[in-house]
């Protein structure tokens, strides 16, 4: 078991150098597109140094934490404006009913011969010629509050 883990590791670090050691090589096909690879295209080809990368900026991740904040505070104002959204929908399908309702109950009041109240017993009541006139301007006002 030992062995094969120094085998191993002793393979590792031969491999190592000559992974590292490996070039970048461009050349021009013969389509006159560039490429590039880790072997010679062709004759021609030259190998390309490859630059080492930047040190990381010191201030990434203090930005990278500003712009999660950001992004946290513009969803909470889009879910807050969803919401006001919602409400303010919800308000005005309550209102097309209840304007609905008034203009439908005006149109009772004025086809209808007669309109009733409950009465005390089991038998409702016909409305006076005053009552129903006061019923009527309820039911106007009513379309002037919930209808535009």
Same mark, same amino acid.
């Given at each position: ?65 500003? &712009? #999660?904040?950001?992004? *946290?505070?513009?969803? /909470? =104002?889009? $879910? ?47 409305? &006076? #010629?005053?009552?129903? *006139?006061?019923?009527? /301007? =309820?039911? $106007? ?8």
């Amino acid at each position: 078991m030992k062995r094969s883990i120094l085998v191993l590791m002793l393979a590792f670090t031969l491999v190592m150098p000559v992974v590292h050691a490996a070039g970048v090589y461009k050349w021009v096909d013969e389509n006159g597109k560039v490429q590039f690879g880790d072997q010679p295209g062709n004759a021609v080809a030259e190998q390309v140094q490859i630059k080492a990368a930047p040190p990381p900026d010191p201030g990434l991740k203090k930005k990278q934490e500003q &712009s #999660d904040k950001l992004i *946290k505070v513009q969803e /909470e =104002e889009r $879910k807050l404006k969803d919401e006001e959204t919602a409400k303010a929908k919800q308000k005005e399908d309550v209102r097309e009913k209840q304007c609905l309702h008034a203009r439908t109950q005006l149109k009772n009041y004025e086809r209808a011969r007669y309109l009733y109240k409950p009465g005390a017993g089991e038998q409702d009541a016909v409305l &006076s #010629d005053e009552e129903r *006139k006061l019923a009527t /301007e =309820e039911a $106007k006002k009513s379309i002037d509050d919930f209808c535009d």
